[in-house]
């Protein structure tokens, strides 16, 4: 085959082809096995939930039999206190799980109220085959809580004070006959060790789910894979501990009784899963399974390393082909390389050797020889050209500083009177114009839209750059137009006009005051705090590069529930690095404290109070960057202390 051109292109095309296939076909590949992956997570983590409520009734039915049977061992359901204690032991015997048996009846001349009531017990903690007298605590709980039962029911969970382990009690009420033939109430009870239950939860070989977690009527854990939580700790003190805000969800759901699947960022310290979760019915209960993203996409990273090796194979086969095929031409050219050299030593009569193919050389050959007559005439006759003067254009001093404090609002105080809201923000500016800037409008009469962002560069282009960032974010189409579509055409006007390249981390929220849903998009802009109930949490969630970085990526948005009081602070990377005359710097921890003890100020008082803590910090050192905090409280301010 004769090429008629000699140059990259055709390598440069077949490799830009392969590539564009082989990433086509990984994606494809990961996409439709991702699906498939998502799919069979949830039927596994949805078949072990249920598997492990089959093998908790299995345990529990048998105990529940038991207490009845007693019952059934009397006429009437009325049960003899003379009689009762050999059927307590009985109880014991038939099953190694039951710790300890208990009659309790009520003084017949008193109210059931929960007081005054005996308790004949047998205890099988020490095998003693001894039966006593006790008042015991979690029998007092027990009984408190069994006031309203008509029928059979399980408490929750307790220490058991002879075993020294974790128990739970089946009970049923009773009517008992004391030894002066008076009838009274009283309940039979049973206690069940639940070593049995983390034995199973712990166990590798029954479930496919990589983290197990057994919740209890009142939202405490009553097992988990590992023990990784305490059980005196609810599910929603465990969330605000490890600032897992997806916890406070999965716990509000199992605890109401609801059945269900979630994609939770960290789940039982596995981190991203896949969770199944069902309720027990018999006991309140409630059973959440999760399988981890990174064993259930282990087999698919492996088959893409494979794709990877085999496109790089391919690539390399496809550059040695390209080289063989050069090799053709490179003979010729070496024959013209040193005809080249020989002019470039001075002998400008060396003669160029006949080519006839390929036709390209040939054709270089031609002009190398019309060349060498033009050498000729400049090694006799050299010309220089004198060079230009170069001269730079000064700016004069622009009032930049001026310029920008005249560009954003600082009528919060106004802005939020009588609305459904309160704001406050810092703002100083460090010498020389740095980037931070912010905005806010009202969409409609309960819907609030603002911004905040750190440009990076200084001065008159930073400004101008900011300028045209808050003229396009106040123009943006929000009534008819997604703020996913809205914030990827600013992000496209900005990159089509940014003539001194630069770019500024921003995010943007709407808050809709009617339900207080957020909808909000992050373009690497740090993240913000959630202050709820005095606890902190960050929004994370980042949904795009920073603007202009990627003039035609299209962003995505993230959504957050709020409730009234609920603040929202705002801020850039400027209060972390602030510093003062001894070197040390605010940063994050300190400024964590510092939102935590002003957690319960309104938004004014509480960015005065960062504002003096930071002022106190700084002293007079001058600061290299902007600083920008906002505060954004729901619902109606109230009046706080510092």
Aim: hydrophobic share 40%; with cysteine.
């Amino acid at each position: 085959m004769i090429h008629n051109n000699f140059s990259l292109k055709p390598t440069v095309f077949v490799l830009i082809f392969i590539a564009i296939l082989f990433v086509v076909v990984v994606g494809i590949n990961y996409f439709f096995t991702s699906e498939m992956l998502v799919e069979k997570a949830q039927m596994d983590s949805k078949n072990d939930a249920r598997l492990l409520i089959s093998r908790i009734q299995s345990e529990m039915n048998p105990v529940e039999t038991a207490v009845l049977g007693v019952k059934t061992n009397y006429s009437w359901e009325n049960i003899s206190t003379r009689t009762v204690k050999k059927y307590l032991k009985t109880l014991t015997d038939d099953n190694d799980q039951i710790i300890s048996a208990h009659g309790i009846y009520f003084n017949p001349t008193s109210e059931f109220t929960g007081e005054n009531y005996s308790v004949i017990t047998y205890s099988a903690a020490a095998r003693s085959g001894s039966v006593t007298e006790s008042d015991n605590t979690f029998i007092n709980n027990v009984v408190k809580t069994g006031l309203d039962q008509t029928g059979l029911f399980w408490s929750e969970p307790f220490l058991h004070p002879d075993a020294g382990e974790m128990a739970i009690a089946c009970m049923t009420p009773a009517n008992f006959i004391l030894p002066d033939s008076m009838l009274t109430r009283g309940f039979i009870l049973a206690t069940l060790r639940l070593k049995w239950l983390e034995k199973l939860v712990s166990s590798g070989d029954i479930f496919s789910s990589s983290a197990i977690l057994v919740l209890s009527k009142d939202g405490k854990p009553v097992v988990s894979s590992g023990n990784d939580y305490n059980y005196k700790d609810d599910i929603f003190t465990i969330a605000k501990t490890t600032q897992n805000a997806e916890f406070i969800e999965l716990g509000s759901k199992m605890k109401s009784g609801k059945s269900g699947f979630m994609q939770m960022k960290n789940f039982g310290f596995k981190g991203a899963s896949y969770v199944s979760f069902q309720p027990i019915p018999q006991t309140g209960w409630s059973v959440a399974a999760g399988i981890a993203k990174s064993e259930l996409y282990y087999g698919l990273y492996f088959t893409s390393i494979l794709l990877i090796i085999a496109g790089f194979v391919v690539l390399v086969l496809v550059v040695w082909l390209q080289i063989f095929n050069t090799g053709r031409i490179v003979k010729p050219i070496k024959v013209l390389t040193e005809a080249i050299k020989e002019i470039g030593s001075g002998n400008t009569h060396v003669s160029f050797p006949e080519i006839k193919s390929p036709k390209v050389l040939a054709e270089l050959a031609g002009s190398l020889a019309a060349m060498q007559v033009d050498f000729k005439h400049q090694v006799n006759n050299p010309v220089r050209k004198p060079k230009e003067s170069e001269t730079q254009v000064i700016p004069g001093n622009v009032p930049v500083n001026k310029f920008r404090s005249n560009l954003f609002r600082n009528d919060f105080e106004t802005f939020s009177a009588n609305r459904n809201f309160d704001m406050a923000a810092i703002f100083n500016m460090a010498d020389g114009g740095n980037g931070n800037f912010y905005d806010y409008f009202m969409v409609n009469n309960h819907t609030l839209c603002f911004c905040i962002g750190d440009a990076t560069g200084k001065g008159l282009p930073a400004t101008l750059f900011i300028t045209k960032a808050i003229t396009f974010f106040r123009t943006g189409n929000y009534f008819g137009e997604s703020l996913s579509k809205v914030i990827t055409g600013m992000n496209h006007q900005l990159s089509e006009q940014n003539t001194d390249s630069l770019s500024a981390t921003f995010f943007v929220g709407i808050l809709n005051f009617e339900n207080y849903e957020l909808i909000f998009c992050n373009a690497s802009h740090p993240f913000p705090y959630l202050i709820k109930g005095g606890d902190l949490f960050e929004v994370h969630g980042t949904h795009g590069p920073a603007l202009t970085e990627q003039p035609d990526h299209i962003y995505k948005t993230g959504k957050l529930k709020l409730d009234q009081g609920d603040k929202l602070v705002l801020f850039t990377y400027g209060i972390m690095e602030a510093n003062n005359d001894q070197g040390d710097i605010f940063g994050k921890d300190w400024f964590e404290d510092v939102l935590r003890d002003s957690s319960n100020l309104p938004s004014g008082q509480m960015t005065a109070f960062i504002k003096k803590e930071l002022n106190s910090f700084a002293g007079k050192t001058r600061q290299q960057k902007d600083i920008t905090v906002i505060v954004l409280q729901a619902g109606m301010t109230q009046i706080g202390e510092a």
